[in-house]
């Protein structure tokens, strides 16, 4: 069977960051017409479930950028890629002497969930303490309360270009991270950075999932750098107008804006949907 993996932020969720109409009546569609799809996101699990609820994403998916896939079907983690503490405690003094201040995410006994952090330091950083807290209902505590035995799925920090790319360089030296990097918040002078284990990509995870679900083609939606490793396996890879230039560059082909319906217009010509 195809399998469709669909990229969220970007790619098939609007500007307002949700499932237009027209995408959901288009994922309708792929489900009446036996079309497999699902999601691979840098969003946890908490970041997305409401998103995803009731638009047939019955397949595993894959969050945190390829870090953990999680099983709708069984109500638990059937693959992660994790931190150890030990393995980012020296990145951490990058972080403060970058006047960043790192989020340190983690799974822990019983698939909870928390955000850990040194102080803050600008309200800008307070209101995503307050959107961990209040919009994705995340556990948000200070650094010093870290478990010993904690695993990290990844590290975040806001700040400027030069403090981020300083702090993003460090990785190139450790092959067992991999650092991603973005324009923060619309308008800003922000960058944003996150850090995974090295085998927590997407392209791994979608892998992983051709191989479990027998699939034969991999068909791929995706608009950032962190989108490539699953574009460099798939059988098809389409990126929005939207997107960056090196992952246009990466595609098949280039389709519509992710806030006209791109994808989902791609799809019913793809699939000859019709409702």
Known sequence: ??????????TLLN???VISDYTRDTLQLLQENGVAYTVAT?????AASTLLEGHGFHLPHIYKNGVVIWSPEHGRYSQSHLL??????????????????????????GDRHAV?????LNDTERRLVKAFSEERELPVL????????????????LGSQQAIEAVASLVDDEPGLVAYMGVAL??????????????????????????DLGVKRVICFGDSDNDLSMFALADEAYAPENAKAEVKAAADAVIGHH???GIARFLRQRFDLNP
């Open 116 to 120: 850990y952090h040194s102080p803050l």
């Open 259 to 261: 806030d006209a319906d």
């Open 42 to 46: 840098g969003r946890a699990l908490h």
């Open 142 to 157: 200070p650094l010093s309360e870290l478990p010993g035995d904690a695993d990290i799925t990844n590290i975040s920090a």
């Open 15 to 17: 500007k307002q960051s």
């Open 84 to 109: 150890t503490q030990g393995e980012i405690r020296h990145l951490l003094h990058a972080f403060i002497e970058q006047q960043l201040t790192p989020f340190l995410f983690t799974l822990e006994p």
């Open 1 to 10: 069977m195809d399998l469709v993996v669909f990229d969220l932020d970007g």
């Open 186 to 211: 619309e308008g800003e002078d922000l960058r944003w950075l996150d850090l995974h284990h090295a085998d927590g990509n997407k392209g791994s995870a979608v892998a992983s999932l051709k191989q």
